[in-house]
C-alpha cells in the first residue's frame, strides 16, 4: 500500500494557518502555479501538486503568508488513488468504444 501511495504521481499539500486571511493569502501567492487548490476552509487550505513539487518551498511561501499551525506534505489517500484508477479506466472504455 505505502509503495502504491508512494508511486502516486501527485501529493497533497494541507496547510493550517492562523487565521482564514493568512489561508487567503497562500491561495493568491500560489497563483499561476501548477498546483490545484482542491479545498479551502477557513484558516485551512488542501492543494493538489506534482509528486515532484518542493515542500521546502511550499513551506517556506506558507510562512510568509502567516503563521503556520500545521503543514502536511504527503501522498494521496488510497480511497483517492482508487477512484483515480476507476476513472481512468473509465476513459480508456470510453474512447475503445469510440474507436
Known sequence: ?????????????????????EADRFVESLAGDPARLVEQNGPRVLFDVARNSDPTRLMATANEAGEVRSFLFEPPGLEELFLDLVEASGRETAVEELA
Not at 501511495?5 to 494557518?17: D, I, K, N, Q, W
Open 1 to 21: 500500500v505505502e509503495d502504491l501511495r508512494a508511486g502516486a504521481p501527485s501529493r497533497h499539500c494541507t496547510v493550517l494557518f492562523g487565521a482564514a486571511t
